[in-house]
């Protein structure tokens, strides 16, 4: 077979020039090369230096990179000081790398203890200072705010699709039971904000799901600055959380005459501890200030009796009304949502609520019986 020759009429890439050239710049290259791998060897054989020569020049330690620059970090510290100065749960830190180092250089009252078995007497009385605590910071926390500023909210989950369990009396003819539980649920997540004047919020409604029906919006008595939201899990994340942080300022900027201060208590759940969160608070005067955890509902207004039947509701009727769809179920519960909470949310009510809890008027005596 004849070899394959290049036809006469095309020239050769590489002319004579240029691979001259390329020639140069390999032997350059080549020289570089062994010019850098000398410096090496002869930073390699050095010989240790002599107690009367001069001092070999100290190698500087390089660490690992940073992924947030200084001003980052110190904006990462601030936010959780302002945690911690809440009494919020514990920060836990991952494994990534970066978390670990900048753990390492936080302040030393900031960094991470770790966790030991308590004996439950040592618990008892450690709630009991926590408490005691906690009253003696809101004390001096609510003598620059008027009563009618001070606020309280919580969140309440609704499970739809389950209720309560009923016990039934059937005769031995009956196949079956008359009602069935399904296998499936979804959620609906309100929050609810009282202040200790009696006043209550319009609520903001976490509904799971992507789409929703007009009516839902329309029911009598439906507040009309209620806020009805969707989301793929129907809890409140800190998208959710943010919203309702919003709204809230919305409905208590007028009640906050000359623009004076407004005390939000709340349970420390980490959606409401977000940096956003916490910046639009001190943005527009709100005052953050979280129930100690463990014990945070021996204080809370909102966890007192006064609403059992607010936040049973759901549950035990669910059974009186079976519906075998969830869009007609939530249908259901929004239609008969504006009762319950007119039935629920009296004046009398919400500031007994938070007597019982003695907080207006300040008496924490009402709550310091031995835990």
């Given at each position: 077979?004849?070899?394959?020759?290049?036809?006469?009429?095309?020239?050769?890439?590489?002319?004579?020039?240029?691979?001259?050239?390329?020639?140069?710049?390999?032997?350059?290259?080549?020289?570089?090369?062994?010019?850098?791998?000398?410096?090496?060897?002869?930073?390699?054989?050095?010989?240790?230096?002599?107690?009367?020569?001069?001092?070999?020049p100290?190698?500087?330690?390089?660490?690992?990179?940073?992924?947030?620059?200084?001003?980052?970090?110190?904006?990462?510290?601030?936010?959780?000081?302002?945690?911690?100065?809440?009494?919020?749960?514990?920060?836990?830190?991952?494994?990534?790398?970066?978390?670990?180092?900048?753990?390492?250089?936080?302040?030393?009252?900031?960094?991470?203890?770790?966790?030991?078995?308590?004996?439950?007497?040592?618990?008892?009385?450690?709630?009991?200072?926590?408490?005691?605590?906690?009253?003696?910071?809101?004390?001096?926390?609510?003598?620059?705010?008027?009563?009618?500023?001070?606020?309280?909210?919580?969140d309440?989950?609704?499970?739809?699709?389950?209720?309560?369990?009923?016990?039934m009396?059937?005769?031995?003819?009956?196949?079956?039971?008359?009602?069935?539980?399904?296998?499936?649920?979804?959620?609906?997540?309100?929050?609810?904000?009282?202040?200790?004047?009696?006043?209550?919020?319009?609520?903001?409604?976490?509904?799971?799901?992507?789409?929703?029906?007009?009516?839902?919006?329309?029911?009598?008595?439906?507040?009309?600055?209620?806020?009805?939201m969707?989301?793929?899990?129907?809890?409140?994340?800190?998208?959710?959380?943010?919203?309702?942080?919003?709204?809230?300022?919305?409905?208590?900027?007028?009640?906050?005459?000359?623009?004076?201060?407004?005390?939000?208590?709340?349970?420390?759940?980490?959606?409401?501890?977000?940096?956003?969160?916490?910046?639009?608070?001190?943005?527009?005067?709100?005052?953050?200030?979280?129930?100690?955890?463990?014990?945070?509902?021996?204080?809370?207004?909102?966890?007192?009796?006064?609403?059992?039947?607010?936040?049973?509701?759901?549950?035990?009727?669910?059974?009186?009304?079976?519906?075998?769809?969830v869009?007609?179920?939530?249908t259901?519960?929004?239609?008969?949502?504006?009762?319950?909470?007119?039935?629920?949310?009296?004046?009398?009510?919400?500031?007994?609520?938070?007597?019982?809890?003695?907080?207006?008027p300040?008496?924490?005596?009402?709550?310091?019986?031995?835990?």
């Amino acid at each position: 077979m004849d070899a394959f020759t290049r036809p006469p009429s095309l020239p050769h890439p590489l002319n004579g020039p240029k691979i001259a050239r390329l020639e140069q710049e390999i032997v350059e290259l080549e020289r570089q090369i062994a010019e850098r791998i000398d410096q090496v060897q002869a930073l390699v054989k050095m010989p240790p230096p002599r107690p009367d020569g001069p001092a070999r020049p100290a190698r500087v330690a390089r660490g690992a990179p940073k992924t947030l620059n200084d001003v980052q970090e110190n904006v990462l510290v601030q936010w959780i000081r302002q945690v911690k100065e809440l009494f919020s749960l514990s920060i836990y830190h991952d494994n990534k790398a970066w978390v670990d180092r900048f753990i390492k250089r936080l302040p030393d009252d900031l960094k991470p203890s770790k966790v030991r078995s308590v004996k439950k007497k040592r618990i008892d009385a450690e709630d009991q200072e926590t408490l005691e605590h906690w009253y003696g910071r809101l004390e001096a926390v609510i003598a620059g705010v008027s009563s009618e500023n001070i606020y309280n909210f919580g969140d309440t989950i609704f499970q739809i699709g389950l209720g309560k369990k009923p016990q039934m009396v059937i005769t031995h003819r009956d196949s079956s039971p008359p009602f069935q539980t399904r296998t499936y649920c979804e959620w609906i997540t309100t929050i609810e904000c009282i202040a200790s004047d009696g006043w209550v919020a319009d609520p903001f409604v976490v509904i799971q799901g992507d789409h929703y029906f007009e009516e839902w919006l329309t029911y009598d008595g439906t507040p009309e600055k209620a806020v009805f939201m969707m989301n793929p899990s129907g809890r409140v994340d800190e998208q959710a959380a943010c919203k309702w942080i919003e709204s809230f300022h919305r409905q208590t900027e007028d009640r906050a005459a000359d623009g004076q201060p407004r005390l939000l208590l709340f349970r420390g759940q980490p959606q409401y501890l977000s940096f956003k969160f916490l910046q639009f608070c001190e943005q527009h005067k709100i005052i953050p200030f979280s129930f100690p955890p463990n014990i945070g509902h021996l204080m809370q207004p909102f966890d007192g009796k006064h609403f059992e039947d607010y936040k049973r509701y759901w549950r035990s009727s669910l059974f009186c009304t079976m519906i075998d769809d969830v869009d007609d179920e939530k249908t259901a519960f929004l239609q008969d949502f504006p009762s319950i909470r007119e039935k629920s949310f009296k004046p009398q009510v919400i500031t007994n609520a938070f007597a019982g809890r003695g907080i207006v008027p300040f008496d924490p005596s009402k709550v310091g019986q031995p835990l």
